[in-house]
């Protein structure tokens, strides 16, 4: 079943080319405030609830977990709330959305992250595939 549903994000023009142009692995330089979390956020947003296969995991790293709290945790919150379906896991700090797919946080400080092997996308964690690792 293909659902329509408007999460209120209107890309910037390079947001917009670089979602297009996304590689096995991509790096981005771009200006403070242009917009990169939010880009990474609706990137793992948009692929999670894309995903046709059972319970895809989706990650967003950064070298903190406070950081990554700080950072991505209420964009995450806020363009999720906008899905039917969705719940957050506070303590977890994950969002799962109603076709199985996980969007975490997770710090490299975190010693449960300790073995986290990589970014980019199918990359294990303790041998957990993600579909998609951002690194912010
Ligand atoms: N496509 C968009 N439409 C409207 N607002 C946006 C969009 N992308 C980002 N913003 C807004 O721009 C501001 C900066 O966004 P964001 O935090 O993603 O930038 P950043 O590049 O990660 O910043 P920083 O350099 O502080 O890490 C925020 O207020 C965010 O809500
Ligand atoms: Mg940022």
């Not at 969705?86 to 076709?99: D, G, R």
Request: aromatic share 12%; net charge positive; glycine share 8%.
């Amino acid at each position: 079943m293909i659902q329509k549903i408007d999460l209120k994000y209107r890309p910037r023009k390079w947001q917009e080319e670089v979602a297009k142009e996304l590689k096995r692995f991509s790096v981005l330089v771009v200006h403070r405030r242009g917009g990169k979390t939010v880009l990474a956020v609706m990137l793992l947003i948009t692929a999670a609830l894309r995903n046709t296969r059972d319970n895809g995991r989706y990650a967003y790293l950064a070298p903190l977990f406070k950081q990554a709290k700080a950072v991505a945790w209420d964009y995450l919150k806020a363009y999720s709330a906008k899905v039917p379906g969705s719940k957050v896991n506070e303590s977890e700090t994950f969002v799962e959305f109603s076709n199985g797919s996980r969007i975490r946080l997770f710090g490299a400080d975190n010693p449960d992250a300790a073995s986290w092997n990589g970014s980019g996308r199918r990359r294990s964690r303790r041998g957990r595939r993600y579909e998609i690792f951002c690194v912010g």
